[in-house]
């Protein structure tokens, strides 16, 4: 199916238990107001989840998805191929955009809020694990195509800072997913599409995630969410 630009992503991290990390004061998302908030059909807010579009971040830029078809081994014998050995999918998905709040990056590429204002790197790596899924559209049928990775380990992209000339020396966010199944269902990744029958994207983030809205607080829906 023909897609046509990149709506917005939907980013997560989760704790050493495999939870959606929820609370700011734990490691989650801080937030301005509703900007970046996903919110359930019905206004509730589901927690722990980060929307990077035209309201947060200036919009969502780039979602560039690689490494999703099989290493192929050719064995050989009498001059032919004799037999072929697929191995396993390696996915990455090179994610960028225009203005990403510096709270929620930082925290995404595993860096640390600590008391002087910063956020460290310092000691062991330890990697944010996390996922995202990726909501582009068929301009054709009306057709909204997620493409959804639930579990993974998310680097920086690389930050090459200049001089202004006549011109700015802009530098935008870039951040990578390096996916991997999840250990429950050994789901790698999945396409959803809005006119499949039985689709509901309530669902679909729920499926994802894990996240409920179970006693979340009803909030209103900010304008473009869905």
Do not use: C
């Not at 997560?12 to 989650?28: A, L, R």
């Not at 191929?81 to 999918?89: D, K, P, Q």
């Not at 590429?109 to 000691?123: F, P, S, V």
């Amino acid at each position: 199916m023909e897609i046509t630009g990149l709506n917005d992503f939907i980013v997560w991290m989760y704790d050493k238990d495999g939870n959606v990390i929820t609370d700011p004061d734990s490691g989650g998302f801080p937030y301005d107001g509703d900007k970046g908030k996903v919110f359930t059909k019905s206004g509730q807010e589901i927690k722990g989840l980060f929307k990077v579009d035209l309201q947060s971040s200036l919009g969502a830029t780039q979602a560039n998805i690689t490494g999703l078809a099989p290493s192929v081994n050719r064995v050989y014998g009498s001059n032919f191929v004799a037999e072929v050995n697929s191995g396993a999918e390696q996915p990455s998905i090179a994610l960028a955009a225009n203005d990403i709040p510096h709270g929620v990056y930082d925290l995404l590429t595993g860096l640390k809020k600590d008391q002087n204002g910063g956020y460290a790197r310092k000691g062991q790596v330890e990697s944010a694990t996390g996922g995202v899924i990726v909501h582009s559209y068929n301009t054709h049928k009306s057709v909204d195509m997620y493409m959804a990775f639930p579990m993974g380990s998310f680097v920086p992209g690389e930050l090459n800072m200049g001089t202004n000339t006549e011109n700015p020396n802009v530098v935008h966010d870039a951040l990578t997913l390096n996916a991997q199944a999840r250990g429950k269902d050994q789901l790698l990744y999945e396409k959803f599409y809005s006119d499949e029958e039985g689709f509901d994207v309530d669902q679909m983030i729920q499926f994802i995630t894990g996240t409920s809205v179970t006693g979340a607080t009803s909030s209103p829906k900010p304008e473009g969410q869905h």
